[in-house]
């Protein structure tokens, strides 16, 4: 029986329990539940769900009298989610993850969302679960600060395909520029904030990163999405987003300790990895996010080397050649 149907057999129940004085039996329930709607319901499944039923602690006693049952307590509420121990001890998880984004207002939105789910369970279960979640922690990338009224216009314009004029400081520069924009796609990545967006100067899809953007105003214009924009040639979900970077396939060579660390891991969706004779791997996968990739090799030090594509190898050839110059002798 699925989920659903148990909730809604719960959900009558309690309203008849609830809204009337006739004290229904068990017969009585399923029937009404086969008419009401048409599934096929035993007074035996009835007896089950009222024993579940006083087991979340609803106050239903059966009147020999009258033969059928009744709320001791009719300000009694049936919670609105049946959430377990275990249940809630995933959701403290997402909540420690969720520091990630406290540079967000979804943030706050989602603690909100928690801290009601919390008071739909008992309170020994809340403490059981308080207990076992002091033995986690989770660690997040550093994050931006955004300003407020800069995510209040975003999102307005976001969600009501509304025009935005923003103040953009960009990197290298003293001062900021106004651009006008159709906001299209938010992308969270690693403590940052994106947002892709057409924009009117360039006159295509443009990215800003939002804790560079010192003003923001929700424009009177309205605008309809691109018929071919697609997010997903702008961002890759395993390695970030940077925009005007081709798609190609990459080659990465590992070998060491990292060749051992590499497999471990799905790094990325539609990543290969091909075995050495020598104990090496060769990591393959397709992306359009070079620099990033750049970025991500440079961790492993020596123990990592770009093959592929040809292009980014010699980015990065000379990019640490540079590195090495800093750290020789005057």
């Not at 800069?150 to 935005?164: A, D, F, H, P, Q």
């Amino acid at each position: 029986m699925s989920y659903r149907a148990i909730t809604r057999r719960t959900s009558y129940i309690d309203s008849r329990l609830r809204h009337t004085q006739d004290y229904p039996s068990a017969t009585d329930l399923a029937r009404e539940l086969r008419e009401e709607f048409g599934e096929d319901v035993t007074p035996r499944t009835i007896q089950r769900d009222i024993d579940k039923m006083r087991d979340r602690g609803a106050p239903v006693e059966y009147d020999p009298a009258r033969h059928g049952y009744f709320y001791t307590d009719r300000a009694w509420q049936l919670p609105a989610l049946n959430l377990t121990e275990g249940d809630l001890l995933a959701l403290m998880v997402g909540d420690r993850a969720l520091e990630g984004y406290q540079n967000s207002p979804y943030y706050d939105e989602l603690r909100s969302v928690f801290e009601r789910l919390t008071d739909l369970l008992p309170e020994k279960v809340s403490i059981a679960s308080r207990d076992l979640i002091a033995q986690i922690s989770v660690i997040a990338d550093p994050v931006t600060r955004i300003d407020t009224a800069v995510w209040e216009s975003v999102r307005e314009g976001l969600y009501r395909n509304r025009t935005i004029a923003i103040h953009y400081h960009s990197p290298g520069r003293d001062d900021s520029v106004v651009r006008i924009v159709d906001p299209l796609h938010l992308v969270g990545h690693r403590g940052e904030w994106y947002l892709l967006c057409w924009s009117h100067h360039h006159q295509s899809v443009r990215i800003y990163a939002l804790f560079r953007i010192k003003e923001a105003r929700v424009r009177d214009e309205t605008f309809s999405k691109p018929e071919k924009f697609c997010a997903a040639e702008y961002i890759d979900p395993s390695f970030g987003v940077f925009i005007n970077e081709e798609a190609v396939e990459i080659a990465l060579r590992f070998d060491g300790e990292a060749a051992r660390m590499i497999p471990e891991r799905q790094w990325h969706r539609e990543q290969k990895v091909e075995n050495r004779p020598d104990g090496s791997i060769i990591l393959r996968f397709r992306t359009n996010q070079q620099s990033q990739v750049l970025f991500w090799v440079s961790q492993w030090g020596p123990g990592a080397e770009i093959l592929e594509p040809p292009e980014l190898r010699e980015r990065a050839r000379q990019w640490f050649s540079d590195t090495a110059e800093r750290y020789h002798p005057s």
